[in-house]
């Protein structure tokens, strides 16, 4: 008794369209990891909803995943037995751009028109590469909690508008139906699906199954009767005898809770992949289980590479820190388990002990949740360590790409400062050049006898701190002076008073280092000097407080210099740019 309406997409979402279609092309199959991965979502929002409501999870059985493909209609069929979504939701979902990530992607991307491939994944429009194998997309869905004449089909060819209409589903959760494009027959090979099942989503949790050896290419037709993408199909399977058996592809065991001897480095890295949507590598991971009055599993990944959030200084949207309860997924919830400055970390959080029916404005104040954060931020903070120990050019790598993200750690995370300190890696007068690789440590143990400071210069960009005529003196002295030229670095300094027992300081402030015959030397020259002081500071007038006879320079014959508590001239010149 419907008919469809037809409805345009936003703006925006067409040009993610565009944007996804066109640079996703040479990691195509990233479609099917990014719809398993929509349905794996799906199913633990069922399970988490069933907590409240358990007879939710009635009617289509166990919690699971079906991949197929039909030679004939030439279609690839997602199907998932999970939460479902009502009108609203797929017109809210995948008719518009509800994220702001996805906003900001696009600001960062519409100038250069092609996306790198590896950040799509972590910007919600993962649906979308759907379109990137099919020129038609039919989604059949129901949510959980609705009777089974509010299905809803939507379909699109992903070129600025997309149907909906209502229809009845026997079944709860979603279909997706991929009309392939010319040219990807590869997808309808279930050999090429199962391997790509094996390496994107082995760990989802949930079982992804396949129809049963379809015994040979043309029969995989057969087998896939009941399963040709439209609603309910999956009845067959109990109702009759001939239904197509199906058997579970991938490991659907969740990684975490297994023994760490068990698992292969491979395992982990595809686990990761998975989690952080990225294409890389992870950089380290540590796994550890924590027995005794609270028991809980944390699996914490460095990446190699920033997340493109990161680079964007985004941080109203964590993701990729994931926290269950006993296997249960409860949410996303990055900002509860690590501070800010360690927001670059994925990974997973299992806790035996917290109510399941927790929600995020108890887990902010919630004792058991503190202590748990604890733990994570000591195991990220060792991870670093050791990789800084035994593995220098992961480490180095690691910090170019998180080094002043983990400068914030200094100002956010007092108790872990001189830790943190003795992480970081900085330019200076006795480095190589431009290179950050100069450690705290390095520079106290070769600090001059005598020497009771570290000294650090800060400026606008490496070539102004290494060319400031503040560093004559202590280069005539054979003092190291840290090149500080981040924009954080201002910021971290101010909170950074000390290592090691050691003051630091900036060289623009501060007493040189000088002996007797030294100081002696200074007076009799500032006494020479007296008049032509009183000229120049006559001359300079209220710009400055006074003027002085210096021994802090060799070739330059003068430097503005500033007194104890007053601000850097960087740190001045930022505030004034902020209006300050
Ligand atoms: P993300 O998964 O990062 O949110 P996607 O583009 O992959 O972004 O999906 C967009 C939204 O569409 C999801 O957040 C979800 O609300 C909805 N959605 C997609 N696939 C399904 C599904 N199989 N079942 C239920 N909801 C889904
Ligand atoms: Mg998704």
Known sequence: TTTPETRKFEAEVAQVLHLVTHSLYSHKEIFLRELVSNASDACDKLRFEAIAQPDLLAGAGELHIDVSADREARTVTIRDTGIG????????????????????????????????????????????????????????????????????????DGRGEYTLEAVELP??????????????????????????????????????????????????????????????????????????????????????????????????????KALGHDFNDAAAWTHNRVEGSQSFTTLLYLPSQPPFDLMMGGRDERKGLKLYIKRVFIMDAAEELLPNYLRFVRGVVDADDLPLNVSREILQHNRQLERIRGACVKRVLDLIEKLSRDEPAKFDAFLKAFGNTLKEGIVEDAGNR???????????????????????????????????????????????????????AFKARDIEVLLMSDRIDEWMLGHLREYAGKPMKHVAKGELPMDEAEKQ?????????????????????????????SARLTDSPSCLAMSEWEMAPHLARLLRDAGQ
């Open 85 to 156: 979504m009502s009108r609203d939701e797929v017109v809210e979902n995948i008719g518009s751009i509800a994220s702001s990530g996805t906003r900001r992607f696009l600001e960062a991307m519409g100038s250069e028109q092609k996306a790198d491939a590896r950040l799509i994944g972590q910007f919600g429009v993962g649906f979308y590469s759907a379109f990137v194998v099919a020129d038609r997309v039919t989604v059949l869905t129901r949510r959980a909690d609705a009777p089974a004449g509010e299905g809803v089909k939507w379909e699109s």
């Open 171 to 272: 079944e709860r959760g979603t279909t997706v139906v991929l009309h392939l494009k010319d040219g990807e027959d590869e997808f309808l090979e279930p050999w090429t699906l199962r391997s790509l099942i094996t390496k994107y989503s082995d760990h989802v949790a949930f079982p992804i199954r396949m129809p049963k050896d379809a015994p040979g290419a043309n029969a995989g037709a057969d087998a896939n009767a009941g399963t040709d993408g439209e609603a309910g199909a999956q009845e067959a399977e109990t109702a009759t005898a001939a239904a197509p058996a199906w058997e579970t592809v991938n490991d659907a065991s969740a990684l975490w809770t297994r023994p760490k001897a068990e698992i292969g480095d491979e395992e982990y890295q595809n686990f990761y």
């Open 418 to 472: 001189e830790r943190i300190a003795k992480l970081l890696r900085f330019s200076s007068t006795k480095g190589a050049g431009e290179a950050r690789d100069v450690s705290l440590d390095d520079y106290v143990g070769r600090m001059q006898e005598g020497q009771d400071a570290i000294w650090y210069v800060t400026a606008d960009g490496h070539r102004a701190a290494a060319g400031s005529p503040q560093l004559e």
């Open 521 to 549: 030397k200074l007076a009799d020259a500032a006494g020479a000097a007296a008049p032509l002081l009183e000229r120049i500071k006559r001359l300079l007038g209220e710009r400055v407080e006074d003027v002085r006879v």
